[in-house]
């Protein structure tokens, strides 16, 4: 059950945050632009790694919690250590 919700926050909470974050990207910090943008990238990423472990044939896998963790939890954690990393990374002066 809870792999379903983590499934469910990754594919439709996420996206609705980061278009939320999104809207009037130009106004905000620098900080929120770049986590924002971390945010993206680590969900594109996580996006890739949740087809590759979806559709590969279950023999491929030798264990199958690794599997399982990153289908339903990958989308979550890729697009929050994207937010993470993209927010402390240094920005030159605006």
Not at 62 to 73: F, I, T
Request: glycine content about 18%.
């Amino acid at each position: 059950m809870t792999g379903a919700i983590g499934l469910l926050l990754g594919l439709i909470i996420v996206p609705a945050l980061l278009t939320w974050a999104g809207h009037r990207l130009r106004g905000r910090s620098a900080k929120v632009r770049g986590a924002f943008w971390g945010g993206v990238i680590g969900y594109a990423i996580a996006m890739a790694a949740f087809f590759i472990a979806a559709f590969a044939p279950p023999l491929l896998w030798g264990d199958d919690s690794l599997r399982e963790a990153v289908v339903y939890w990958g989308l979550l954690a890729g697009s929050g250590a994207g937010s993470v990393i993209g927010s402390m990374r240094p920005r030159g002066a605006e």
